[in-house]
Structure formats: structure tokens, C-alpha cells
């Protein structure tokens, strides 16, 4: 398809940031239908992969309560480094007036479905649908980006027709991988809600040891100091024996002075008051 040429301000795409910019937004209105084009600039090689060979290059909506994607078939190279695609608005997208976000995608898919390379930018929220007033009388699609892009593919032939089916199928793959991996995530989580609650309890645990140690301690502590004042107690008591003896050895030595100094008082008025006479008897001297 060839790329509609566009005067609004182009859409930047930022391979490093993963963001999508633009200076001067043009809004939409709600209900508008392949009325507004928005053109995006990208970076043709991102983290060394070419991304115009990618399986899947869409562009993925969300207005309001409604979800919708559309498929880049008009990419081209600007220069060595560049490309430019174009995103035709459908109604499928200004359902509800409000925000209109939007992302770029980029996928490598297998025949199974399974995805071996994705590439995404940030949601871009700097879009917004005015509201408008529309009544045509009949139910409206949220799905219409969708549906317009099959009529063109049909009405182009059989194969281009085979293709969406194989597309509609790898859709329908990854959902079931979407689904899969959700349930391992649910698996997962709930075996790190069980680690985290054996943490809490093996913590509980940890704690109660650690408050008995503590007052284990304590007691130890309370025992040691206890010990120490019987040591002291019984130290100064020791001490006040030693103090007794030695009092009592100096009485004693004094009761010891006292002793010798009465016998030889004693000796002293023996010698002063007797003798022996000739015949050897014992005499009072009678001149005392």
C-alpha cells in the first residue's frame, strides 16, 4: 500500500526512550472515520534487528472501554535509517470521546504462534477525541479498524484472504500463550506468597530466640554482679578477721609483757624478803 501523503506533525518514535512524540497533535473527533491520517518516523534498525522484516507490525488502541489494533502495511524506508507508516483513523478507535491512547508494536512470530521477538514503545496518551453528535439509527462496532482492514484483504484475493486467516490463528496462539504464561504467573506468585510467609515465621522464630539470648543474658549478667558483691562482702569480712587476730596478738603479747614483768616483781620481793642460812633453811629476814 502506498503511504498517504500528510501534513500534520509526524510521530517520533524514540527506539532508546521508547517513546512516541509529537510537537503538535492533531486531535480527532468522535466517530471519525479514515478522516484523519497520522503519519510515524521510526528508526529502522532497532537494537540491531531490521524491523521492516518483523512477522507483525501493528499499532494498538484503547478509547475508552474499547480495544482495537491496527496493522502497518505501508511501511517504507525514508532513508538508510528511517521509515514512515501511516495510521488512518477508523471509528473503531473514536467510539468515546475522551483520551485515545496508543502504542507501536513490533513481533517475529512462528508458524505455532509462538513469539520470538517483541518490541514495544510506551503507551502515548497525548491524543484526545472531542465529542461529537452522531445517531445513524444502528448498532456500531467496536471492532471496525478491524473489519474494514479484512474487506480490503478480501476483496484482494484468496490468498491475501488465507493470510489473515493464519494471522487470525497466530492471534488466536497467542492468546492461549497469554493465558499460559498468565497461570505461571499465578503459579509463581503463589510460591512466593508461601516463601515470603515461611520468611515471616522463620523471622518470628529468629526473634523469640533472639529476646531469650537476651534475657539469658540478663539473668547472667544479674548472677555475675550478685557473685561479685558476695566476693566483696566476703573479702571485707576476711578483712575484719585479720584485723581481730592481729588485735588479739598484740593483747595477747600485752597479757604476755604483763606476765614477765610480775614475775620478776615476784622474783625481786622473794629475793628482797628471804635467804638461806648455814644449815641451808629458808629465813625471813627479819630486819623487814
Not at 66 to 72: E, P, Q, S, T, V
Request: glycine letters at 4%.
Amino acid at each position: 500500500m502506498t503511504i498517504i501523503d500528510d501534513d500534520d506533525e509526524l510521530y517520533i518514535i524514540d527506539a532508546n526512550e521508547r517513546t512516541i512524540t509529537c510537537n503538535k497533535p492533531t486531535h480527532v473527533v468522535q466517530n471519525d472515520t479514515e478522516s484523519e491520517m497520522k503519519t510515524f518516523k521510526c528508526p529502522k534498525i532497532i537494537e540491531g534487528r531490521d524491523i521492516t522484516t518483523c512477522t507483525e507490525k501493528r499499532i494498538l488502541i484503547k478509547n475508552g472501554s474499547n480495544y482495537d489494533a491496527h496493522d502497518i502495511d505501508d511501511m517504507e524506508a525514508i532513508d538508510d535509517k528511517y521509515v514512515k507508516f501511516t495510521w488512518p483513523i477508523a471509528s473503531g478507535s473514536t467510539q468515546n470521546f475522551g483520551k485515545l491512547y496508543f502504542c507501536v508494536v513490533f513481533r517475529d512470530t512462528k508458524e505455532d504462534g509462538t513469539i520470538t521477538y517483541s518490541w514495544s514503545t510506551a503507551i502515548y496518551k497525548g491524543l484526545k477525541v472531542f465529542e461529537a453528535i452522531n445517531f445513524d439509527g444502528g448498532a456500531i462496532s467496536p471492532y471496525l479498524d478491524v473489519l474494514e482492514q479484512w474487506k480490503y484483504i478480501l476483496e484482494n484475493g484468496a490468498a491475501a484472504a488465507e493470510a489473515a486467516l493464519e494471522k487470525a490463528n497466530s492471534w488466536v496462539d497467542e492468546a492461549k500463550t497469554y493465558s499460559e504464561n498468565a497461570q505461571t504467573s499465578a503459579e509463581n506468585s503463589e510460591q512466593s506468597y508461601q516463601g515470603a510467609k515461611n520468611s515471616e515465621e522463620n523471622a518470628l522464630i529468629y526473634s523469640n530466640n533472639a529476646k531469650a539470648s537476651a534475657d539469658a543474658a540478663k539473668v547472667s549478667e544479674t548472677n555475675a554482679k550478685t557473685s561479685e558483691e558476695v566476693a566483696q562482702a566476703s573479702e571485707e569480712k576476711a578483712k575484719g578477721y585479720a584485723e581481730v587476730a592481729q588485735a588479739s596478738e598484740e593483747k595477747a603479747k600485752g597479757y604476755a609483757e604483763v606476765a614477765q614483768a610480775s614475775e620478776e616483781k615476784a622474783t625481786a620481793l622473794v629475793d628482797s624478803r628471804f635467804y638461806i642460812d648455814d644449815d641451808g633453811y629458808i629465813c625471813l629476814d627479819k630486819e623487814l
